[in-house]
Structures are given as C-alpha cells and as structure tokens.
C-alpha cells in the first residue's frame, strides 16, 4: 500500500526484473498491490511508479525479513 499520483501505475518487479503486480493508483492518490505470491527470507521486490505522461520514478527496494 501506499500513495502516489492519481492515476499512476506501481509496477513490482522481482530481482531479476520479471513483472510480479502492478496497480493503478486511485483517485484519492492511494495505491494497495496484492503479490501472486507472498515474499519471505530476504526475498527482494523493486517498485516503481509511472504517471500518465509516462515518466518513470526511482526504483524503491524492498526486502521481505528473514523468517527463519
């Protein structure tokens, strides 16, 4: 979850680039991605968002803690 321009899309990627989820970011500016699979054990995703004119953020990475 979280919150980004109205209408933006996040997109989740794996590390090695594959596309996992993506999501349109609502209206109120707030976005909610649900995973195919839940992230476990330092497993690695990158998040960006791109607005309706197509520009791209920053990668943002996140690291699932280490269950074991």
Same mark, same amino acid.
């Given at each position: 979850?979280?919150?980004? /321009?109205?209408?933006?899309? &996040?997109?989740?990627?794996? $590390? $090695?680039?594959? /596309?996992?989820?993506?999501? =349109? &970011?609502?209206?109120? @500016?707030?976005?909610?991605? =649900?995973? %195919?699979?839940?992230?476990?054990? @330092? /497993?690695? &995703?990158?998040?960006? &968002?791109?607005?309706?004119? @197509?520009? /791209?953020? =920053?990668?943002?990475?996140?690291?699932? %803690?280490? =269950?074991?």
């Amino acid at each position: 979850t979280g919150q980004a /321009e109205a209408g933006s899309t &996040v997109i989740v990627k794996d $590390a $090695a680039g594959k /596309e996992l989820a993506k999501a =349109t &970011v609502g209206a109120d @500016g707030k976005f909610s991605v =649900t995973l %195919p699979n839940a992230l476990s054990n @330092g /497993e690695q &995703v990158n998040v960006t &968002v791109k607005d309706p004119a @197509g520009n /791209e953020s =920053t990668v943002t990475s996140i690291t699932a %803690p280490d =269950t074991t």
